[in-house]
């Protein structure tokens, strides 16, 4: 599927019915999550592959995956209303046979991936918080990342690189690309209709790296 038809998909996609700021809760614009999710399409990290979404909200990145060719694509999120959300927005937009979803915090996602209920994917997908509401939310989604994938694909503030980089060890970062966030307004802290912010999207290899 072509970037642009794409993303007027993704733009069908439902968002948060009652955004948690403490959770971080703004959805990925069609926009950008069309070309996060194209990016790694090209590295040919998405077609035919196991994806999971980290964080996955309403499911925006889970479906986009799907659209893109993924085999079977598995979305997490903490957030049960926001997870029944995600599955409606599977079910309309005609994907839901190979997408599912499961309410759970996203640090005992590599206690499911030992116990065997899960196993490894291919690819990880995660616009996850980014620490504004609490420093070092992100943590615990880069750290489970490296250990349920072989790749992640991952939205960062800018000027990230340094720590992911040490955070990560021995995975390492392949590729960064620069572009904006355009954040509308969903919280009375929001001062302005759109606050466009600067994010790094990383892609990290991590060398097969599984839980302990
Ligand atoms: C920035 S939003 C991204 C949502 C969605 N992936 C998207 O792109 O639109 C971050 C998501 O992480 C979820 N989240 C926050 N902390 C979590 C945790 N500890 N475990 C699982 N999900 C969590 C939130 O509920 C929220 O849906």
Redesign the pocket.
């Known amino acids: 599927m072509k970037l642009r038809k794409l993303e007027m998909e993704l733009e069908k996609v439902e968002g948060f019915a009652a955004p948690?700021p403490a959770?971080?809760?703004?959805?990925?614009p069609a926009t950008l999550?069309a070309s996060f999710l194209h990016l790694a399409f090209m590295s040919g990290d998405i077609e035919d592959q196991t994806v999971y979404?980290?964080?996955?909200?309403?499911g925006?990145?889970s479906v986009g995956a799907a659209l893109l060719g993924a085999r079977k694509v598995v979305g997490?999120?903490?957030?049960e209303s926001?997870v029944a959300v995600a599955e409606k927005n599977a079910e309309a937009m005609g994907v839901s046979d190979r997408v599912s979803f499961i309410q759970?915090?996203?640090?005992d996602v590599s206690e499911q991936i030992l116990s065997e209920k899960l196993g490894r994917a291919d690819t990880v997908v995660?616009?996850?918080?980014f620490g504004a509401q609490e420093k070092g939310?992100d943590r615990?989604f880069l750290a489970s990342a490296i250990q349920a994938a072989d790749v992640v694909y991952s939205i960062h503030n800018k000027g990230s690189r340094a720590f992911i980089e040490k955070f990560i060890k021995p995975a390492t970062i392949t590729d960064c690309f620069k572009t904006e966030f355009p954040i509308r307004k969903t919280f009375d802290f929001h001062r302005k209709e759109i606050e466009t912010i600067d994010v790094e999207i990383y892609r990290i290899e991590t060398s097969g790296i599984g839980p302990d």
Do not use: R, W
Request: hydrophobic content about 30%; glycine content about 6%.
């Open positions: 948690s959770l971080e809760q703004y959805k990925t999550a979404d980290f964080g996955c909200g309403t925006i990145l997490f999120d903490i957030d926001a759970c915090n996203i640090s995660m616009n996850p918080p939310n615990p």
